[in-house]
């Protein structure tokens, strides 16, 4: 049957001349990795601190070097198709380039199922944290007024993000630095164990360290993340691919010290009183009431950053797939005054309401279906763009278009391993849903999506 193309929606209606249809390109490789790191939040090295150390026996930081490495194959599929596709979208533009419109919006769709849980942990994160410091006020409090805050500070732009994201980058290395500094004095003064016992794999082997890794790998989202503002960057070309791969390697760096840091202090794992606030505990450990309370305002500040910057992120892929037609046009119309995509940050605000009914358990265990998805399908798409369509060939292009992206995806299929049953469960259910939605659009896939043009 012969297919026709739906034609993109317009950008906005009435006065086409009165409303911003392009994202400024205002964003240099200094910003790009100040908000990539801002989205991994460095300090939430301690979130996962306790469980993973047990996990490994602990042996946390060989299983982040296991991660970093895992993840720098993604990483530079990441950056190979950024410099192909300099164009907000992330995975949902390098993978439509790659294999057509339903694919990519297939991608984006379960993508934005990890953007959007993003944010809304934060938010839990902030009630809890803020919490303990003042029992008196609700959790669910702190959470919506950081809920509105986010909103408003989305709308007015994303050069605001950039100035609150050096902020939380610096307080959060602050606050490593003292850590790390502190662990140091102890060890100078007191009987430490071997320096480069926490990098040994330990008796049991490669099996704890793989599963921590499993575990670990999803911090370093914030190099995908990056990849959504090519619209907003300066020579997107150059400075996104490098700043994927520099934000993957200073974020891995800031894991594993902090991680060996840690297993110094308190080299035996299993005198957690609480393995998910071992944090407070090691802060508690090396800087007594003071550091736990500066630890605590610190962390809450780089949920904030983060829950801005994962807001921002999902925020273009919903007006980069509105603005193409996938999606509601409003969803591709930008704001006069402040050219931010206002309409699609109003809905990812009203799904981070849901944090009012969803556990933090819950909306964690789902997070890991989208970001897997994504990468599975880039490393993929490097393959087709690169080796398959551009026949680009030499033993350079078989290591770089075919090889590497080969053992990203693999990496990245075993990383499968590790989800539960639930979050497989809603995340297919999502997917359905996506799919659903798209049949409807296309007239039961009767006519083909439209495809993104990259004449921006």
């Known amino acids: 049957m012969k297919t026709k193309t739906i034609a993109p929606a317009p950008v906005s209606s009435g006065n086409q001349n009165s409303r911003p249809t392009q994202l400024k ?68 533009a390098y993978t439509q380039q790659a294999f057509g419109g339903t694919v990519g919006f297939a991608t984006g769709w379960t993508l934005m199922l990890d953007y959007l849980f993003i944010p809304m942990i934060n938010f839990l994160l902030i009630g809890i944290y803020l919490n303990t410091q003042f029992p008196v006020v609700p959790a669910w409090v702190f959470s919506l007024v950081a809920l509105v805050l986010v909103l408003g500070l989305n709308i007015i732009g994303i050069k605001f993000i950039g100035r609150l994201s050096a902020t939380v980058v610096a307080s ?8 790390v ?25 490669l099996g704890p360290i793989f599963s921590g890794a499993a575990i670990l790998s999803l911090s370093f989202l914030g190099f995908d993340a990056i990849s959504t503002l090519s619209e907003d960057a300066k020579n997107p070309g150059k400075s996104i691919p490098a700043a994927i791969v ?19 202090i308190r080299p035996d794992h299993t005198t957690f009183t609480d393995p998910d606030a071992a944090g407070v505990e090691l802060m508690a450990g ?8 500066i630890f605590v305002a610190v962390y809450v500040v ?50 981070s309401l849901t944090y009012l009914l969803v556990s933090l358990e819950m909306a964690a265990s789902v997070v890991s279906f989208g970001a897997l998805v994504a ?3 880039v490393n993929l798409s490097v393959i087709k763009t690169f080796f398959v369509d551009a026949k680009a060939r030499g033993v350079r292009a078989v290591l770089l278009y075919l090889l590497m992206p080969l053992v990203g995806f693999a990496l990245t299929i075993w990383l499968w391993t590790s989800l539960s049953g639930t979050s497989i469960v809603v995340g297919l259910v999502w997917f359905a849903a996506g799919m659903i939605f798209l049949a409807v659009r296309t007239n039961g896939f009767r006519t083909t999506p439209p495809k993104l043009s990259f004449d921006d």
């Open 25 to 92: 390109r205002v964003l240099g490789i200094p910003f790009l990795v100040l908000f990539g790191l801002t989205y991994m939040a460095p300090v939430t090295v301690f979130t996962t601190y306790g469980v993973v150390t047990g996990v490994t026996n602990g042996h946390l930081p060989a299983a982040y070097i296991v991660g970093l490495v895992t993840m720098l194959f993604t990483a530079f599929s990441y950056a190979h198709m950024s410099r192909a596709v300099p164009r907000a979208g992330s995975a949902y």
């Open 286 to 293: 090396v800087g007594g009431v003071a550091l736990t309370a």
């Open 172 to 179: 959060s290395v602050l606050m490593i630095g003292a850590f």
């Open 375 to 377: 990468f599975s399908m």
């Open 302 to 351: 780089g949920a904030f950053g983060s829950a801005m910057a994962s807001q921002a992120s999902v925020t273009r892929i919903l007006y980069s797939m509105g603005r193409d037609g996938l999606l509601p046009r409003r969803m591709g119309m930008l704001n006069r005054r402040f050219s931010t995509p206002v309409y699609a940050t109003l809905v990812v605000s009203a799904v």
């Open 246 to 264: 520099l934000t993957t390697l200073a974020g891995g760096l800031i894991f594993i010290v902090v991680g060996w840091a840690g297993a110094m």
């Open 181 to 205: 500094a502190l662990v140091l004095n102890q060890i100078l003064i007191t009987d430490a164990p071997s320096l480069l016992a926490p990098f040994s794999f330990g008796a049991d082997g």
